[in-house]
């Protein structure tokens, strides 16, 4: 199956008075391998013409983690539209156990106008790489 991983450090502010990393800080770590991700193939995300709005997100937790470990982030396209993509993301803990599934979508949009334009063609074949499912 086509997957992107990446390993994040977690931080010392990431934890939460609980004792484990925040609900905020993974998204914080979704984004930064999406965008990691995008960039590396042709998103030029300070001068480029088209840039991603994050227009919806959910993510289920399912064991903790907590600063310092590491974070194993995997992610893969479950739906590749004409302006947008769905990504479904797996992050496990140092243990190689998953501590949360998380599903966000994109849309693509002309930076100027913030109107929905087609993702570009190397940008997309990038995305296509990571499809889980024929469409």
Same mark, same amino acid.
């Given at each position: 199956?086509? &997957?992107?991983?990446?390993? =994040?450090?977690?931080?010392?502010?990431?934890?939460? =008075?609980?004792?484990?990393?925040?609900?905020?800080?993974?998204?914080?770590?979704?984004?930064?391998?999406?965008?990691?991700?995008?960039?590396?193939?042709?998103?030029?995300?300070?001068?480029?013409?088209?840039?991603?709005?994050?227009?919806?997100?959910?993510?289920?937790?399912?064991?903790? &983690? @907590?600063?310092?470990?590491?974070?194993?982030?995997?992610?893969?396209?479950?739906?590749?539209?004409?302006?947008? &993509?769905?990504?479904?993301?797996?992050?496990?803990?140092?243990?190689?156990? $998953?501590? @949360?599934?998380?599903?966000?979508?994109? &849309?693509?949009?002309?930076?100027?106008?913030?109107?929905?334009?087609? =993702?570009?063609?190397? $940008?997309?074949?990038?995305? @296509?790489? $990571?499809?889980?499912?024929?469409?």
């Amino acid at each position: 199956m086509p &997957v992107y991983k990446e390993t =994040i450090a977690t931080r010392w502010a990431d934890n939460d =008075i609980y004792g484990h990393v925040n609900n905020v800080a993974y998204y914080s770590f979704f984004d930064t391998v999406i965008n990691r991700y995008l960039i590396a193939n042709g998103l030029d995300i300070h001068q480029g013409q088209v840039v991603g709005f994050m227009v919806a997100s959910e993510c289920r937790y399912l064991a903790p &983690v @907590a600063y310092p470990d590491n974070v194993h982030i995997e992610l893969r396209v479950t739906k590749l539209g004409n302006s947008s &993509v769905t990504y479904a993301l797996q992050l496990f803990n140092h243990e190689q156990e $998953l501590a @949360a599934e998380a599903s966000m979508t994109h &849309v693509f949009v002309d930076r100027r106008t913030n109107k929905s334009t087609p =993702i570009p063609q190397q $940008l997309r074949e990038a995305l @296509a790489k $990571l499809r889980t499912t024929n469409e």
